[in-house]
C-alpha cells in the first residue's frame, strides 16, 4: 500500500497562535480561562486545552465577572467585544489575522455605508463575526451567500455602492465560480484588496488536487465542524477518489481499502500532526506500506502574540 502525505497539512499560522494564546493565559493567570466558542474546530486541541483548565462556553453571560476571556481563531461581533469589556473581563482575542483583514474591510465599507455581500456558510462562528463587523443602519446592508443559486436570487439595494468579502477557509474553486458570477451582475463592485482565502487553506487545497490523481482513498484528518477540513474532503471527491473525513484513527473503517493500492492522508488546518502519525501507524500495521511525501509549500508565516502573553 502506497501512502501519500500532502504537504503542507496540519496546523497553519492561525491556529498555533490561537493554542498558544489560551496555553500562555493559563500559564500566566491559572486556570479557570474562559474560552468563548472552540478556540478552534479540532476535538483533540479542545480535549487536550480542556484537561490543561480552559472552560470553553458559548456566550459571556456563561463567566463571572473579573474572568479571563479568549475569543476563538474564528473571530466575534463587534457587539461581543463590547459586552466584553462592560463585563470587565481580561480580554485576549485569538482571532487569526487573516480574519481580522475581513473584518476590517467590512467595517470600512459599513463606514462608507456600501453594501456587502458576504460568501461564506450560514451559521459558521466565523462567518458570524464577520456579519457583526457591519452595524445596522438605514443606508446599507450585508447580504451572506452560499451558492451560485443566491447569486440569480440576489437583489442588493446599492449595486453601484457595493463590495464582496468571503469566509477565509472556503473552497478556492468553488467560490471562485461565485465571485465571477458577482461580477457579472453587479460590475462595479468592488474586490477585497487582497484575496481574502488564506494562504494556508489554498495551500492545503493544492497538495491535495497534486495527489489526488495517485490514490485510490483520501482520509482528511479533521473535526465535523472544520470548515476547511470539509473542504479538503470535497475537493478529494470532486476528483473522483473516495473520502473521509475522520477525527483520528478511531474513525477508520477497513472496509474502505478494500481494492485499494494507494492512500492519501491530509489534515485540515486545525488538525495537529499527532494524529496523522496516528493513523500512519494503524495504516503500517494493516499492511506493508511505502510513504511518499510530496514537495512541500514554503510556509513561513507567524502570527505574534498579544503584548501581555508573549515571554
Not at 64 to 80: L, N
Request: hydrophobic content about 40%; some cysteine; charged content about 20%.
Amino acid at each position: 500500500m502506497n501512502i501519500y502525505l500532502a504537504n503542507p497539512r496540519g496546523f497553519c499560522a492561525g491556529v498555533d497562535r490561537a493554542i498558544d494564546i489560551v496555553e500562555r493565559a493559563l500559564e500566566i493567570f491559572s486556570a479557570p480561562i474562559y474560552v468563548r466558542h472552540e478556540v478552534v474546530h479540532n476535538r483533540y486541541v479542545v480535549n487536550n486545552l480542556k484537561h490543561k483548565g480552559a472552560v470553553f462556553v458559548e456566550e459571556l453571560d456563561d463567566i463571572p465577572d473579573g474572568a479571563t476571556v479568549i475569543f476563538s481563531a474564528h473571530g466575534v461581533p463587534q457587539q461581543v467585544q463590547k459586552n466584553a469589556q462592560q463585563r470587565n473581563l481580561r480580554i485576549f482575542d485569538a482571532t487569526c489575522p487573516l480574519v481580522t483583514k475581513v473584518h476590517l474591510e467590512v467595517a470600512r465599507h459599513a463606514r462608507n455605508h456600501e453594501d456587502v455581500i458576504l460568501i461564506g456558510h450560514a451559521g459558521h462562528p466565523e462567518v458570524e463575526g464577520t456579519l457583526g463587523q457591519y452595524p445596522p443602519n438605514p443606508y446599507s446592508k450585508i447580504y451572506l451567500i452560499e451558492t451560485l443559486d443566491d447569486v440569480n436570487r440576489l437583489k442588493v439595494n446599492h449595486p453601484q455602492a457595493l463590495a464582496y468579502v468571503t469566509q477565509t477557509t472556503l473552497s478556492v474553486d468553488d467560490t471562485k465560480n461565485i465571485v465571477a458570477a458577482l461580477q457579472t451582475k453587479y460590475p462595479a463592485m468592488q474586490s477585497p484588496r487582497k484575496d481574502d482565502i488564506c494562504y494556508a487553506t489554498q495551500n492545503r487545497q493544492d497538495a491535495v488536487r497534486v495527489l489526488a490523481d495517485n490514490v485510490d482513498v483520501f482520509l482528511v484528518i479533521g473535526s465535523a465542524n472544520s470548515s476547511n477540513s470539509n473542504r479538503l474532503r470535497e475537493l478529494a471527491e470532486k476528483q473522483q477518489v473516495r473520502a473521509y473525513l475522520i477525527d483520528d484513527v478511531e474513525d477508520i473503517n477497513q472496509t474502505w481499502f478494500e481494492n485499494a493500492d494507494s492512500i492519501g492522508i491530509t489534515a485540515g488546518a486545525s488538525a495537529p500532526e499527532v494524529l496523522v502519525q496516528g493513523v500512519i501507524t494503524q495504516l503500517e500495521d494493516l499492511f506493508d506500506t511505502t510513504i511518499i511525501t510530496n514537495k512541500k509549500a514554503t510556509e513561513n508565516v507567524h502570527f505574534q502574540l498579544p503584548v501581555a502573553l508573549r515571554k
